[in-house]
């Protein structure tokens, strides 16, 4: 290989990357479709379209429909149009992990908010089952603060790296 020759990537590594890949993410609740999809897209050096991520996954385009729904619903996978065709291509948001779990924390306020109900139904912490549903808020209100923490301190990192977060080397 001279220098003017590009890196040949190792298909089958790469495949055996994805699949990895999403059977640990599977293992802890991510749908497996939806993995297979998030890295075979994360691997590519360009957006693809759903039947080029159905080809390399060797899956259906209703697998990849769902599975594609489902990354822009979290904002993991971003979609953009073909110019000139109905099809679309999907790429990698510019931070997938931080939108995929730092934005879409809604969901603890919303666990908050009806805990809150909870604890007003349940005669606030005078009871038993009142303090362990007060409890369990005050938790879920501890998560939501370390998270927008957390969030913060890793937009401060990756702007003093410029390189995703990761240090220099």
Aim: proline residues 5%; hydrophobic residues 40%; charged residues 25%.
């Amino acid at each position: 290989m001279t220098a003017a020759d590009p890196p040949r990537r190792d298909d089958e590594a790469v495949h055996l990357f994805v699949e990895r890949m999403a059977m640990a993410f599977a293992e802890v609740g991510f749908p497996r479709m939806a993995a297979r999809v998030l890295f075979t897209v994360m691997s590519a050096d360009e957006p693809l379209t759903a039947a080029e991520i159905g080809e390399r996954l060797d899956v259906s385009a209703a697998a990849v429909s769902g599975a594609v729904r489902y990354l822009t619903q979290f904002g993991m996978l971003v979609r953009e149009p073909v110019k000139g065709s109905r099809r679309d291509r999907y790429g990698l948001s510019d931070n997938p992990w931080y939108e995929g779990t730092i934005t879409k924390t809604g969901l603890y306020k919303g666990f908050i908010d009806i805990a809150d109900g909870g604890v007003d139904a349940l005669a606030g912490r005078s009871t038993p089952a009142g303090e362990r549903v007060a409890e369990m808020r005050e938790f879920f209100a501890f998560v939501q603060e370390e998270i927008d923490s957390l969030g913060e301190r890793w937009r401060a990192r990756r702007a003093a790296t410029g390189h995703g977060g990761l240090p220099p080397g």
